[in-house]
């Protein structure tokens, strides 16, 4: 069983930045792509930004273009998520989480599970105006 834990967030000013982690542990993530998602309080987990699983290829939701960066360290089972220019319409609770098909991943708002692993505890995200 694959364990996902998330880690990075905090509590930042508008026009702050904050780097978010994710290690996946129990099995290698690589041949997976990995997402970032996020929750408001309220509203449905959506994706946020898509890695392939060789790191060629990203998406990322319109909200967030140009302002975030995902990557991913597959030597570490990491993923990484660079947020800069931080409003406060990005606060919420941020996972990761992967599945072999990419698009799956951007469906996750429609009920879709990702396949690598149950959902981790997540990363509170918190920006203040």
């Known amino acids: 069983q694959v364990q996902l834990v998330e880690s990075g967030g905090g509590l930042v000013q508008v026009g702050g930045s904050l780097r978010l982690s994710c290690v996946a542990s129990?099995?290698?993530?690589?041949?997976?792509?990995m997402g970032w998602f996020r929750q408001a309080p309220g509203k449905e987990r959506e994706f946020v930004a898509t890695?392939?699983?060789?790191?060629?290829?990203?998406n990322y939701a319109d909200s967030v273009k140009g302002r975030f960066t995902i990557s991913r360290d597959n030597a570490k089972n990491t993923v990484y998520l660079q947020m800069n220019s931080l409003k406060p319409e990005d606060t919420g609770v941020y996972y990761c989480?992967?599945?072999?098909?990419?698009?799956?991943?951007?469906?996750?708002?429609?009920?879709?599970?990702?396949?690598?692993?149950?959902w981790g505890q997540g990363t509170q995200v918190t920006v203040s105006s």
């Open positions: 989480n992967g599945d072999r098909d990419s698009t799956k991943l951007r469906l996750v708002r429609l009920g879709v599970r990702p396949s690598l692993g149950s």
């Open positions: 129990g099995r290698t993530f690589s041949f997976y792509a």
């Open positions: 890695i392939s699983w060789t790191g060629g290829s990203t």
